[in-house]
């Protein structure tokens, strides 16, 4: 296999590219018995840009797909590696939660689609042949996908930017080594600051990446779902600063602030403008009495 077209190596037959529209990273990795795809794009046109750039690269077929989360942008393009698109087709792993989430009867994917369309000019066509197809290999804890020569294991380890983020890590044939790789989804983001979305988690996130990090060696290159590759302090920060919104949102909330003046009120290591979600998803969880994380 040889580099093509704009794919980092980032470590040996580890191909990571940035696409756009939202500057989600596509990460395939090169097993003696296949490809793994790592997230999918926004749509099947899109995920077909990924097959036929990989046709390029590499003879050895896309045998598995997984989806880091349930965001449009990681998973509207699984239709172009199943059945019909893509012979023999490819397995698509995610977390349990996405089952329902991106059933086709789902509403809420319409709506979304709808929206989407006036946003971007290509989506409007490019959503027209849109498909969705949930993962079928579903992951509670954690899974393990062989690749012949090397492993990836997939980990639930708790909520944070959704419920169903899963922590991917690379391993080779010695259990006991750091992993090379990790893939982070938008648990870590570099190309702008966490993604606290309407399905976020922000009370519950900073122990998840606890979790994440007690996996990772000092040498383990960290891939976001957005943006250039960072290292395990740089995760550790990230976590920092997380923690830091989850702790002024809990004093906030004790000290009789309103929701909507908490934005104002606080001192936020975010722009307080990325907190608008972070901020009413914090204060439903600590109304409802959802202080501790489940998991
Ligand atoms: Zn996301």
Known sequence: ????????????????????????????????????????RCSPAEAREIKEQLRHMTAAPVRWVVNTHAHFDHCWGNAEFV?????????????????????????????????????????????????????????????????????????????????????????????????????????????????????????????TLDRALSALGPDTIVIPGHGDTVSATFVRDQRAAIDAVAQEIRRLHAAGVPMEAAAHEGSWPIPAPCLGWAIARGYLALNEGRTNPPH
């Open 1 to 40: 296999m040889t580099t093509a077209g704009d794919w980092d190596e980032t470590a040996e037959g580890v191909f990571r590219k940035r696409f756009e529209p939202c500057d989600v990273t596509v990460t395939a990795v090169v097993g003696s018995e296949g490809v793994a795809v790592i997230d999918t």
């Open 83 to 207: 059945a019909a698109r893509l012979t023999p087709p490819a397995r698509i792993w995610g977390h349990e939660s996405l089952a329902a989430q991106l059933d086709p009867a789902n509403p809420l994917l319409a709506a979304l689609a709808d929206e989407l369309r006036t946003e971007e000019p290509r989506w409007a066509t490019d959503l027209l042949e849109l498909d969705f197809v949930a993962p079928t290999e579903l992951v509670r804890d954690h899974a393990s996908i062989d690749l012949g020569d090397r492993r990836l294991e997939l980990r639930f380890l708790g909520r944070g930017h959704t419920d169903g983020d899963l922590w991917i890590l690379l391993t080779g044939d010695d259990p006991g080594a750091q992993p090379t790789i990790a893939l982070a989804g938008d648990l870590v983001e570099r190309s702008g600051p966490p993604a606290f979305g309407d399905d976020s988690f922000p009370l519950e996130w900073a122990a």
